[in-house]
């Protein structure tokens, strides 16, 4: 190779790595963005962006991942599912996960889907796939145990693995059974469903709700889920929910083996079963049935957003297998999002954690699919400016599920003579500081980013709240007892200004709780019970006083840091007062150099880190944290090893016995890599029918681990 061509080489890789960097960099926001709206829809039963929107990001994420496979890590949404459960209630192992499901939004998608199925078993295009197919109910999932015949536990679905024990609630549903036949009943039978709220017991609790002064329930789903979730099971009796059952999970044996037989018995068993449950021959018919429910969709009495299509036998299904997300036997077919006409009243501004400059549109109230919307978001001014939104628009406003809405379009025909055109702040409309729209730097060129964004950083009353939520959250301190209401409340009297001053609550507030304490957002406490609550407060910061690096510096609220760029940092510099030291305006560009060589941290997060460490407000924050009594842990990343886990394998030739993604899948669940290219750091070799001859040669030279298809499998049978 000539010196020009090694240059040409070396300036190649070089831009390959900084692309990856700014892949991974996208990778990472992608995940934390997902991450923050599962706990709004799974566990805080909020969701703040539309369905459509949500399927959007898992979808961007999904198509990185596919591309950049090494980039994927363990805060993926792709390999998770929900949310943590509530410590409200006992926690309950599921034997077998309760998995997500995934997304098509058009017959392609569908039929795409259908189609790598039959690549993965080998089907031949003449061989019929049998479809079993149902509406997908917008309400919670719920798992029953029934032990001989009884109803033995309830839980919710939690993160998949993990969820609550909320016995009590379930019984009080009329249409669960409590006692089967035990003649008819497998000894374990695990039932797996949805439980929800009608249209009409919804209506129902709203009025009551009405009459006694309380707040109304957006829809069903929101209504569904705290009733569920009531500490007093009589509350939840009162609510009027309902359950579908549609699959199952341990049970000690199948009397069937097929889903449509199976649903069918659950059915003579007691078990409430969807009436638009039926079996299909194609995908044709599967897309007939969608459109006959599309088009009875809001004659059915309850909320459903799609129909989920699986495949009938259980044999297919046990060669699919699962990923960590979603059974790739299954697919949920996405209605599309509903829409409504309404009008612009007001345009407010909303301020965030970050600083970033959200609009938000006012709207005259507008019942859509159920819920009366007054809010829509308008994302950013870019938006604005790009659909010509006005105060006093009328607009097509959109939602899909328990959502804030979004404006799709606007009626420029209804447009009134006169109406103004929005323009950006030039200030803060919260502390008055001046805003800025950063750069971004493509390639040579920089350009500004379409969010404006305040400048007053702690000196924004409302940037400094977010920040405060933000490092009492589940990803970062995660502070029983201080949720978004209290840390509102307190803020407003005066009791924490600042992170720190959470940990000198106890040494200010022991022997004189404000009269307004409360330690949950429930009803305000009586008297008697205020120093019990701040007791309670204060035992469960003091269970956070110790934190590991990564959460610590996550919960600092540093833009453009997600959790796996703490990682990814924690993991290199070891502990806080390393990163003190080295991370000072003296050091600038050496630290910037140090942060650019850790795989996965682009510029954005390397100059945020560096601008927080080096600004004398920032700065002295950390110090007074630890001052506080707080300690950051040492970093000591613990890997857990086992027979091939981490290994790499790469098969050459084509396999007689499964699919090469079949292999891939099972491998996989073995805890190894398969690669697509040998090198020495390649473990085994798998030759199967027609073996590319000089991989088989080159992986022998290395000292690779060559097997036959059959002595693989013998292997990992071992």
């Known amino acids: 190779m000539s010196n020009k061509e090694k240059i ?38 909020n969701p703040l962006i539309s369905d459509a929107e949500y399927d959007d990001l898992r979808r961007s994420i999904l198509e990185i991942e596919q591309k950049y496979p090494s980039l994927v890590n363990a805060n993926s949404p792709s390999l998770s599912v929900g949310a943590e459960p509530s410590e409200k209630f006992k926690k309950v192992n599921h034997s077998t996960p309760m998995l997500s499901i995934q997304n098509a939004k058009n017959k392609e998608e569908v039929i795409s889907w259908s189609d790598s199925l039959r690549n993965f078993l080998r089907i031949d295009s003449t061989e019929k796939i049998d479809y079993v197919a149902e509406p997908k109910i917008d309400g919670l999932s719920a798992s029953l145990i029934y032990e001989d015949g009884i109803l033995k536990l309830g839980a919710t679905r939690g993160n998949g693995k993990t969820g609550e024990d909320i016995t009590e609630n379930i019984k009080t549903i009329k249409s669960i059974p409590h006692v089967l036949d035990r003649k008819k009943t497998p000894k374990l039978l695990e039932i797996r469903g949805e439980v929800y709220m009608s249209h009409d017991n919804f209506n129902l609790l709203n009025k009551i709700q009405d009459k006694q002064g309380k707040e109304l329930f957006k829809n ?15 509350e939840t009796a009162k609510r009027s929910l309902e359950f579908f059952a549609y699959a199952w999970g341990s049970v000690s044996f199948l009397p069937y083996d097929n889903h449509y037989d199976l649903i069918n018995f659950f059915k003579e068993l007691g078990f409430p079963t969807n009436d638009n449950f039926g079996l299909f021959k194609s995908i044709d018919e599967l897309i007939v049935f969608y459109e006959d429910i599309l088009e009875r969709r809001a004659a059915l009495g309850y909320d459903i957003d799609g129909i989920v299509y699986k495949i009938n036998r259980l044999d297919w299904r046990e060669r699919l297998q699962s990923t960590e997300h979603h059974p790739r036997w299954a697919i949920a077919h996405k209605f599309p999002a509903e829409k409504a006409v309404t009008k612009i009243l007001d345009i407010e501004i909303q301020v965030g954690r970050t600083g970033v400059l959200t609009p938000v549109a006012r709207l005259l109230p507008v019942n859509i699919g159920g819920a009366l919307v007054s809010n829509a978001s308008l994302h950013n001014f870019e938006e604005i400016k790009r659909k010509d939104i006005r105060v006093g628009d009328t607009v097509w406003v959109q939602r899909a599920g328990d959502v804030i809405p979004q404006v799709i379009g606007v009626i420029k025909e209804k447009r009134e003579k006169n109406l103004k055109p929005i323009s950006p702040p030039e200030i803060c409309p919260v502390c008055n500081s001046k805003t800025i729209r950063d750069k971004i730097k493509t390639g040579k060129k920089e350009k ?16 400094l709240i977010e920040r ?26 005066g009791l924490i200004k600042s992170p720190v001053d959470i940990f000198y609550l106890e040494e200010k507030y022991k022997n004189n709780p404000p009269s307004f304490w409360k330690y949950t957002s429930g009803p305000r406490l009586k008297i008697g019970t205020i120093k019990e609550s701040a007791l309670k407060l204060f035992n469960a910061i003091n269970k956070k006083r110790e934190i590991d690096l990564d959460r610590f510096l996550f919960s600092l609220g540093i833009r453009h840091l997600g959790l796996s760029s703490a990682d990814l940092i ?13 991370i000072t305006i003296d050091n600038i560009e050496v630290s910037k150099q140090e942060l650019l060589s850790l795989d996965g941290v682009g510029e954005k997060v390397a100059l945020s880190l560096i601008d927080f460490f080096q600004n004398n407000d920032t700065r002295q924050l950390i110090i007074q944290l630890i001052q506080s009594g707080v300690t950051v842990k040492q970093y000591n990343k613990e890997v857990k090893e086992t027979k091939i886990s981490n290994k790499t394998v790469l098969i050459t030739g084509t396999l007689k016995t499964m699919s090469r993604a079949e292999a891939k899948v099972k491998i996989e669940l073995l805890g190894a890599k398969l690669s697509s290219s040998l090198s020495k750091k390649t473990n085994f070799l798998i030759a199967g029918d027609k073996p590319t001859l000089s991989k088989v040669d080159k992986a022998n030279e290395y000292g690779v681990r060559v097997f036959s298809e059959q002595e693989w499998n013998d292997f990992i049978a071992e």
């Not at 924690?570 to 080295?582: F, P, Q, V």
């Open 8 to 45: 040409d080489q070396h300036q190649s890789d070089n831009t390959k790595t900084s692309k990856e960097k700014k892949v991974k960099d996208q990778l990472e926001q992608l995940y934390l963005t997902v991450k923050k709206h599962d706990i709004s829809y799974y566990k805080d039963h």
């Open 220 to 234: 069903p789903r929101n209504a569904a889920a705290g009733s569920l979730k009531q500490l007093d099971p009589n």
């Open 448 to 463: 500004e980013e379409k969010y404006i964004r305040c400048t007053g950083a702690f000196n924004c009353s409302a940037q």
């Open 468 to 493: 405060i939520k933000h490092f009492s959250s589940k990803s970062a301190f995660d502070i029983d007892g201080l949720g978004e209401k209290q840390i509102d409340e307190y803020y407003l009297e």
């Open 570 to 582: 924690a993991n290199y510099y070891k502990s806080i007062n390393k990163m003190l030291e080295n």
